[in-house]
């Protein structure tokens, strides 16, 4: 998939930006403070339906403006689509072709976006459900039984936790249908958890080959050695005391393992950022080996983020995937210069981005 134009209205600083992109390399050089992530952030939201930089919907509209709008027109095996969305205070519109969407999901569906920002190194160092959320992106879009079999189970556990805090609630009526969601959950994921090993454990020896032999393990979110339904008679009145479920597919985590440690505690930040990058690119292959087309890649701060040697690296891996380039940087680098396919050039300033000659 690629963008073939892109409109941006009152998102953050960006007011009517709008830009016909390379199929290649787009790179976006401004000062600080110019738009440049924000770009990014644009087209993320159609990819995600929310923000990589914040939780809150309304940080991203423009102050004083009530909703932001992204169209993109992009292209799919040679076939053409308009897709967009409208954010507002409370309310959002996703669009293809000028019909409204009823889900968010099904714009999301049409727009694989992975992105590398300087916030990614918590994708080891952070929370679990950053990681979870990751490689659900990935399950969401090549495997085709994950997004109803994931609703049914967040259904059940919205319930099931809603009886939980209840005094005296039925909980038990919920966890037959929980058990059977959660364990058809975790099936799908485990399926699909070796290749993404062994994609990452690739991608790794690429960036960051002095780290040795590193490992992805995967933890299902309740105790191996036994089901999700004998796990959770075990929790009983520990569920009550806390009033949500303890075990379950929704507390699932994988991590990294190098040969001294769990790399979220033996890395520095520097190689923390290098894991990231490698994790985000192996999803691209995947999702490229399991779709027949590539995502798009954002990739935001490269110049500061990566040395020159690492530029290069992850710049000819996505060429190798045939995949379109979005990256932003303070100023141009050797690494870009040598881009060798399609590329273009863009100055950002004030909210306001120009073509700029190479
Ligand atoms: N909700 C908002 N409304 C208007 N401007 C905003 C909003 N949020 C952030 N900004 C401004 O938009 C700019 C965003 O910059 P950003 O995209 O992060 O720039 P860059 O990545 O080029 O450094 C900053 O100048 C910031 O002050
Ligand atoms: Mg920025």
Redesign the pocket.
Known sequence: MRVVSLRVD?????SNVELSPAAGLNV?L????????????ALYLLGYGRSF?THDH????????SRLTVFAEIERFGALERVGLERGKSSWRALSNGEVLAELGELVRRMPVLAFAPESHSLVSGPSEGRRRFFDWLMFHVEPGFSATARRYARCLRQRNAALKLDGGDFDVWTEQLVIAGEELNELRCRHFPNFAAHTATALSRFLPEMGDIQLSFARGWRDDTTLAVRLAELGDRERDVGHTLAGPHRANWQILARTGELKDVGSRGQQKLVALAVVTAAAEIFREQTGHPPVILL??VTSELDGEHQQRVLAHCASLGAQLWV?G?DRSPALDAWQGDVAWFH?E??AVRRATA
């Open positions: 009152a998102l953050r600083c960006l976006f401004g000062t600080n403070g110019a738009g440049k992530t924000s770009l990014l952030e930089r309304d940080a991203v509209i423009a102050r004083g403006k935001d701060d932003t303070t950002v004030h909210g």
